[in-house]
T-cell receptor, first 113, second 115 residues
Framework: AQSVSQHNHHVILSEAASLELGCNYS??????LFWYVQYPGQHLQLLLK??????LVKGIKGFEAEFIKSKFSFNLRKPSVQWSDTAEYFC???????????FGTGTSLTVIP | DTEVTQTPKHLVMGMTNKKSLKCEQH?????MYWYKQKAKKPPELMFV???????INESVPSRFSPECPNSSLLNLHLHALQPEDSALYLC??????????????FGPGTRLTVL
């Protein structure tokens, strides 16, 4: 089975600070990459995704992520976080051979006003 | 419409009860999924249906029984559950792209409590 690592388990930031959450995966072939967010009490929502093309992808709410193939990474960034960004963030990988998603362990982000 | 609906929102059941969770989508997705999620943890895949056929069963105990009556509906039948089965049960659906799978759209989940 593939593995997806999110090394930051819990991140605490003040409002307006910059954010970078790491995501690394183990699959050597072609991958589709996703970041999902789960706000408190809400369902999982897609932030952004990468299939091909420009490795820098922009998502909703000012988030972006960069795919670096040589590092097997797909890190999530936001230049200036807001209190409303407090949530769980999950990286997910889908290989081009199947319909299964492999989720990372998640990062809990707390933004202090 | 990118909505996946799930009913009920909350379910409390005893260990001898039989109940069912329902999921519905009208996006034309032909892949549908059941996940189990514990608090602050990632979703754990339970089952995958591809074109209404069960394609993945992640060694889920037989007290969970999935069913896909048609391309829009997905059920999860529950029987003789254990307290450790208490969790948020998520349904998701997606398109096939020919090179893997596109975005999975998640429902709000059913919060299950087993007494």
């Amino acid at each position: 089975a593939q593995s997806v690592s999110q090394h930051n388990h819990h991140v605490i930031l003040s409002e307006a600070a910059s954010l970078e959450l790491g995501c690394n995966y183990s699959y050597g072939g072609t991958v589709n990459l996703f970041w999902y967010v789960q706000y408190p009490g809400q369902h999982l929502q897609l932030l952004l995704k990468y299939f091909s093309g420009d490795p820098l992808v922009k998502g909703i709410k000012g988030f972006e992520a960069e795919f670096i193939k040589s590092k097997f990474s797909f890190n999530l960034r936001k230049p200036s976080v807001q209190w409303s960004d407090t949530a769980e963030y999950f990286c997910a990988v889908n290989t081009n051979t199947g319909n299964q998603f492999y989720f990372g362990t998640g990062t809990s982000l707390t933004v202090i006003p | 419409d990118t909505e996946v609906t799930q009913t009920p929102k909350h379910l409390v059941m005893g260990m001898t009860n039989k109940k069912s969770l329902k999921c519905e989508q009208h996006m034309g997705h032909r892949a549908m999924y059941w996940y189990k999620q514990k608090a602050k943890k990632p979703p754990e895949l339970m089952f995958v249906y591809s074109y209404e056929k069960l394609s993945i069963n992640e060694s889920v105990p037989s007290r969970f029984s999935p069913e896909c009556p048609n391309s829009s509906l997905l059920n999860l039948h529950l029987h003789a559950l254990q307290p450790e089965d208490s969790a948020l049960y998520l349904c998701a659906s997606s398109y096939f792209t020919g090179a893997g799978t596109d975005t999975q759209y998640f429902g709000p989940g059913t919060r299950l409590t087993v007494l």
